[in-house]
């Protein structure tokens, strides 16, 4: 399985757009890439997914150059309520065993 | 509310003891999950079922720890012979269909083994 690199944290504020960015160089061709959000005392919550180009939904949008040996979650205009722990995680749709690593942990400050 | 739900949401126990989680994953999802998660680390996958069947448990942490889904509806998570090291939150997902394209996570259980 890909292994995933990512900053441990981020900081920002109010209003900004924030972009984290994974590195997974080992990404395999039946490799699909996801983002995780969460909070404290709570489950993790499906962001985002995709395979490659970009990648948008109601709250975030994902970026994947050609290479896919990377991706990046951006988040536009955070509020407070978005500091959480976010995770990339990169595997095969069928293979079930989703590894996460340790995340990024953003704070969003006033 | 019609997420998953997991019992207990915190359980106490001492050394040595057996203890049983229960998930109830989101009605009609066929896939379930359960995973482990410490303090300042991701969640790390131990089991899945696909119905009733479990596909995967070589990643189960020892031969303490079981699951079972036996009518492909609610799962259960015992761990015998608790050890401190046990003590971690303990999460259950569901997701539908036949493929882990969204996994939906319940609030957890936390674990403490005094």
């Known amino acids: 399985l890909a292994k995933t690199t990512q900053p441990i944290s981020m900081d920002s504020y109010e209003g900004q757009e924030v972009n984290i960015t994974c590195s997974h160089n080992?990404?395999?061709?039946?490799?699909?890439i996801t983002w995780y959000q969460q909070f404290p005392s709570q489950g993790p919550r499906f962001i985002i997914q995709?395979?490659?180009t970009k990648v948008t939904n109601e709250v975030a949008s994902l970026f994947i150059p050609a290479d896919r040996k990377s991706s990046t979650l951006s988040l536009p205009r955070v509020s407070l309520s978005d500091t959480a722990v976010y995770y990339c995680?990169?595997?095969?749709?069928?293979?079930?065993?989703?590894?996460f690593g340790a995340g990024t942990r953003l704070t969003v400050k006033p | 509310d019609t997420g998953v739900s997991q019992d207990p949401r915190h359980k106490i126990t001492k050394r040595g003891q057996n203890v049983t989680f229960r998930c109830d994953p989101i009605s009609e999802h066929n896939r379930l999950y359960w995973y482990r998660q410490t303090l300042g680390q991701g969640p790390e996958f131990l089991t899945y079922?696909?119905?009733?069947?479990?596909?995967?448990k070589s990643r189960l942490l020892s031969d303490r720890f079981s699951a079972e889904r036996p009518k492909g509806s609610f799962s259960t998570l015992e761990i015998q012979r608790t050890e401190q090291g046990d003590s971690a939150m303990y999460l259950c997902?569901?997701?539908?269909?036949?493929?882990?394209?969204?996994?939906?996570f319940g609030p957890g259980t936390r674990l403490t083994v005094l």
């Open positions: 080992n990404i395999a061709t039946n490799d699909y």
């Open positions: 079922f696909q119905n009733e069947a479990q596909l995967e």
């Open positions: 997902a569901s997701s539908p269909g036949t493929s882990g394209v969204e996994q939906f």
């Open positions: 995680l990169v595997g095969d749709l069928n293979n079930n065993d989703m590894r």
């Open positions: 995709g395979y490659k």
